[in-house]
């Protein structure tokens, strides 16, 4: 294809780096390194931020969004082509070039791990949709010329991938938010990795050029990266990087490494600096106000492969040890084995011990806006209850919603509950009242006690078949889906089998041949006691 056509003369990025060398192909998986001085158990802090506020440019359509947003998509597409990819899984990232001040960051690679390349095959060869994929074309080109071809300026759509994107576009991309900018014009990073810098810079600022009322982003160029920034920033974003990187930012570091795997997918927010500055931008007031300014912790997460299934998991770190609780999510395990979908919440009550000022406060808060001065009060009083006494009561240290096999074809599915209560007789108590408050009558729910628990349900069938358990725990499927449970607060679990065969008639084509492929889902979050926890959300290919 020859030289796409350029609507103006393109203009030289302001002020660009000498290109250098980027890093590739390293034999062994990235990790971050840890930072001189940095502590093993109690991070470090990075406050480099020279809180640049960059400009607002108006309502003109952003050429530079729409390259981060194609090039974001490239880098994403090529999952389905793990297979056929270099085994190296090595080199820079993006957080080594972004500045170790950014409060979030979210990172996309399509040069994991080796052990990741192999399980997503392995995985995504379940997949009937994907499997056809694996052996195709570079999928960055399909996503190229898809975005070229709905680009609004026909410009764009005068590149070619082969000969104008494929010979620099990298693996890897990365974006990073600071502190400073606004709603309208965050301060943010986008780190683009490229394997030959000189075309990299020719091609984006003739990208950029196609915006004939003059860019608006600017382009510097950093050890293999390109990076893109709103106007006004660039100069200060690789001063801020100078001073440290993300990958040198010892919270950063230390947070990823308790995430382990990175996969194709990964992210970090820093809720202490990130929400107040969501604070700003949203001009937030009142109790939300003061729940952000009172927010601290890091989150991270990661999307990655098993042979048997996708996962998102994800880490706390650093939160307020004192609302942390100990689950145990054993009554999940023993529920009936024809179970189609389960949810269990573990602690609820000694959650709520830590939760009820605030969240008072916040009902208040709600319930003056419309003029009422007492609505705990008067719940109090209509329900003859005591809150959040009974309330801790009715949730118990072990609350479960379950669902058996069925067809679904009656008008009131089966369902039911059990609770696992400190004074169960009283749990029992008040469910009768709410189902008298709610017109709810014996012929609709059972509910009944045994020992420290009550169990509810639509039929007396199935509160006879919750009180006398299973072994849903047995099940390979429950335990690939989700993990060890010993500890958990919360679990899902859903048998997409069982739901593919209610579903089966209805469903048809592509998306029949989808669902077949799937086998459970499963989520399952724990909480370490010491203001960290972790969660995994797991789909099981069959």
């Known amino acids: 294809m020859t ?29 971050y390194p840890t ?13 480099l931020s020279d809180d640049p506020q960059p400009p607002t440019s108006g309502g003109r359509k952003r050429t530079g969004l729409l390259v981060g947003g194609v090039v974001t ?21 993006p957080a080594d070039v972004l500045p170790g001040d950014a409060y979030a960051y979210v990172r996309l690679d399509i040069d994991p791990s080796a052990g990741q390349k192999i399980a997503a095959v392995r995985f995504l060869g379940k997949l009937p949709q994907v499997k056809d994929t694996l052996g195709a074309d570079d999928p960055r080109k399909q996503l190229w010329q898809l975005a070229s071809k709905d680009a609004s300026n026909d410009c764009v759509a005068r590149f070619s991938y082969d000969t104008d994107i494929a010979p620099w576009l990298g693996d890897r991309v990365g974006a990073a938010i600071r502190p400073g900018g606004t709603a309208d014009a965050p301060n943010v990073a986008i780190a683009i990795q490229v394997k030959d810098e000189s075309a990299a810079k020719d091609t984006l600022t003739k990208l950029f050029a196609c915006d004939k009322g003059g860019s608006d982003t600017e382009l510097r160029m950093k050890d293999g990266y390109a990076i893109v920034t709103p106007p006004g920033v660039g100069d200060a974003t690789l001063a801020a990087a100078a001073k440290g990187t993300l990958a040198q930012n010892a919270d ?8 382990g795997e990175q996969g194709i ?3 970090w927010f820093d809720m202490g600096t990130g929400l107040k500055e969501i ?23 990661a999307v990655r492969f098993d042979a048997d299934y996708v996962e998102m998991a994800g880490v706390v770190r650093g939160a307020d040890a004192t609302k942390s609780v100990k689950g145990d999510g054993s009554e999940v395990a023993s529920l009936p084995a024809n179970t189609m979908a389960a949810f269990n919440v573990s602690g609820a009550d000694q959650m709520l011990d830590s939760a009820w000022p605030q969240l008072k406060k916040q009902i208040e808060s709600l319930a003056a806006a419309d003029g009422e001065s007492d609505p705990i009060g008067m719940v109090e009083q209509q329900l003859g209850i005591k809150l959040p006494d009974d309330l801790k009561v009715l949730l118990g240290r072990s609350f479960t919603l379950a669902m058996p096999e069925q067809d679904l074809k009656s008008d009131v599915p089966v369902l039911g509950a059990k609770v696992v209560s400190s004074d169960a007789k009283r749990a029992d108590e008040l469910v009768g009242r709410l189902m008298e408050s709610v017109g709810v009558g014996g012929d609709v729910l059972t509910h009944k006690v045994e020992g420290d628990k009550v169990f509810v349900a639509t039929t007396p069938d199935y509160a006879d078949d919750l009180k006398s358990g299973g072994k849903l725990g047995d099940s390979d499927t429950f335990k690939v889906a989700v993990g060890d449970v010993s500890n ?16 089966k008639g209805d469903v048809h084509g592509e998306a029949k041949s989808f669902l077949e492929s799937l086998r459970a889902v499963g989520f399952t979050a724990t909480n370490t006691g010491n203001g960290e926890g972790s969660f995994t959300l797991r789909v099981l290919g069959d």
């Not at 609507?7 to 390293?26: I, K, L, M, Q, V």
């Not at 090529?78 to 820079?92: E, I």
């Open 252 to 259: 950063f570091t230390a947070d990823m490494a308790a995430l």
């Open 3 to 31: 030289e796409p056509t350029e609507p103006t003369e393109p203009t030289e990025p302001t002020e660009p780096t000498e290109p250098t060398e980027p890093t590739h192909g390293a034999s062994q998986p990235y990790t």
């Open 279 to 301: 604070q700003k931008f949203s001009g937030t007031t009142g109790m939300d106000a003061t729940a952000l300014a009172s927010a601290k912790g890091r989150f991270a997460t």
């Open 35 to 47: 930072p001189a001085g940095a502590a093993e158990t109690v991070p470090g802090e990075v406050t």
């Open 73 to 93: 998509a490239l880098v994403l597409g090529g999952a389905g082509a793990f297979a056929f990819q270099t085994l190296s899984g090595g080199g820079s990232q």
């Open 488 to 503: 958990a607060t919360a679990t899902l679990f859903v048998d997409l089998d069982k739901v593919d065969a209610i579903v």
């Open 265 to 267: 997918l990964s992210a």
